[in-house]
Nanobody
Framework: DVRLVESGGGLAQAGGSLTLSCVVSGITFHDYAVGWFRQAPGKEHEGVSCIVNEDGSTHYADSVKGRFTISSDNAKNTVYLQMNSLKPEDTGTYFC??????????????????WGQGTQVTVSS
């Protein structure tokens, strides 16, 4: 079975930092891109970042560029999202998701077939 398990969410103050982890099992990790999405109450999934494990290329939403960093440890089948300079608008449930990378639009949630259960991030002002 394919499993994606997120961890690392929690409560942070504005300007603070959190690091999310996504452990992936049941797929050939190298063949997949892993993305982070977030969802605020009443809103659609928003693409935050993505890493293509095949070549290490990364993608970021404009709203997080310069503040968030995505990385991957192929030996541990784990993708990390380092979040710095957090803002209240970063609040939401953060999900990791996996897709076979075909050069598709990285922030289209419908392209991702495997999803984790999510981890809550709350940033207070």
């Amino acid at each position: 079975d394919v499993r994606l398990v997120e961890s690392g969410g929690g409560l942070a103050q504005a300007g603070g930092s959190l690091t999310l982890s996504c452990v992936v099992s049941g797929i050939t990790f190298h063949d997949y891109a892993v993305g982070w999405f977030r969802q605020a109450p009443g809103k659609e999934h928003e693409g935050v970042s993505c890493i293509v494990n095949e070549d290490g290329s990364t993608h970021y939403a404009d709203s997080v560029k310069g503040r968030f960093t995505i990385s991957s440890d192929n030996a541990k089948n784990t993708v990390y999202l380092q979040m710095n300079s957090l803002k209240p608008e970063d609040t939401g449930t953060y999900f990791c998701a996996a897709t076979i990378w075909l050069g598709t639009t990285w922030d289209n949630s419908y392209e991702y077939g495997y999803w984790g259960q999510g981890t809550q991030v709350t940033v207070s002002s």
